[in-house]
């Protein structure tokens, strides 16, 4: 199945709704929470984490990733963005980097009170990925230790 049946969707953005609570966005005041999903059934949350030094925050979806990874857990299924005005799709950055984990990840979010569910390659078509680095380099296939 491409995508997550609505159920499982709509308790993934909750979990990104809790992990949002956490937030720490004293400059933007825009907290983001995010969810994700593995492959064993574990959800791991994250959320915004920004810095005086602007150009230094993080994202909620690189933070849950982040501590997925930290966890042993590179086998994701699907992520989900919560935000309060309801229009949490990832940025460019974030799409990058959840690609990078594979293509058919699904990642769900609200637009408006339209709950959307897109592939990670439907987000980010033609994108920069390991079969990339694998074909021009030979380096970055699934060892995931170099
Ligand atoms: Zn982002």
Do not use: W
Not at 44 to 68: D, F, K, M, P, Q
Request: hydrophobic share 40%; aromatic share 8%; glycine share 8%.
């Amino acid at each position: 199945m491409k995508y997550l049946p609505d159920s499982e969707a709509q308790q993934l953005i909750e979990e990104a709704k809790k992990a949002s609570e956490y937030t720490y966005s004293p400059y933007s005041n825009f907290p983001v929470g995010a969810a994700v999903l593995t492959g064993d059934g574990t959800i791991i949350r994250g959320t915004n984490v920004e810095n005086a030094s602007y150009g230094l925050t993080i994202c909620a979806e690189r933070t849950a990733l982040g501590h997925a990874v930290s966890t042993g857990k590179t086998n994701v299924k699907a992520i989900a963005v919560y935000c309060k005005t309801n229009a949490a799709a990832p940025c460019g950055a974030c799409r990058q980097f959840i690609i990078e984990f594979g293509n058919d990840i699904v990642v769900v979010f609200m637009h408006g009170d339209e709950m959307v569910q897109q592939t990670i390659q439907e987000l980010l078509p033609f994108a920069f990925t390991k079969e990339t680095m694998a074909a021009v380099a030979g380096i970055g296939d699934k060892n995931s230790n170099p």
